[in-house]
């Protein structure tokens, strides 16, 4: 199995490609959806506390 992919309930191989991606508004980079994240999702706008710090420019 490739480095950073997990099996999910149904067998298959998912990876990062498949996760749900934002754009950042400090550095408008695409960010990728973290675990970390998984409770506020919907909330989380910007990719690291620099860009937060920064804020929208």
Known sequence: MPKGS????NGQ???????????CPACNRPFAWRRKW???WP???????RCRS???S
Not at 14 to 22: I, Q, R, S, Y
Not at 44 to 49: A, E, M
């Open 6 to 9: 997990r099996k999910n309930a």
């Open 43 to 49: 909330q989380v706008k910007y990719c690291s506390d």
């Open 13 to 23: 191989v998912a990876g990062k490609a498949d996760l749900p991606t934002k754009i």
């Open 38 to 40: 998984a409770r506020d």
């Open 54 to 56: 920064l804020g929208a």
